[in-house]
Nanobody, 111 residues
Framework: QVQLVESGGGLVQPGGSLRLSCAAS????????MGWYRQAPGKERELVAF???????NYADSVKGRFTISRDNVKNTVYLQMNSLKPEDTAVYYC?????WGQGTQVTVSS
């Protein structure tokens, strides 16, 4: 069982950037897939991006070219760099690995 703790959320203006972090309680080197999801008010949780142990990545169409997922197997942390943020990116962002979820971190994009 892995425990995940997200951080890095906050309030940012449209066009701004944030970097989210997901720290795992143990080694992530053997975790094949780690992902970031988000859930906006009144909407279902959706996949934002995932990364495999080999470094392959996949993104939702809505964030391609703006968001970058990465992983640091030494720090046991997965990151989500978010650039050119839009109001529609406002949501609670969650990290997921091996069926476990973190508690989420709020991202609000507003002027």
């Amino acid at each position: 069982q892995v425990q995940l703790v997200e951080s890095g959320g906050g309030l940012v203006q449209p066009g701004g950037s944030l970097r989210l972090s997901c720290a795992a309680s143990g080694s992530i080197a053997s975790i094949n897939v780690m992902g970031w999801y988000r859930q906006a008010p009144g909407k279902e949780r959706e996949l934002v991006a995932f990364i495999t142990s080999g470094g392959s990545t996949n993104y939702a169409d809505s964030v391609k070219g703006r968001f970058t997922i990465s992983r640091d197997n030494v720090k046991n942390t997965v990151y989500l760099q978010m650039n050119s943020l839009k109001p529609e990116d406002t949501a609670v962002y969650y990290c997921k690995a091996r069926g476990e979820w973190g508690q989420g971190t709020q991202v609000t994009v507003s002027s």
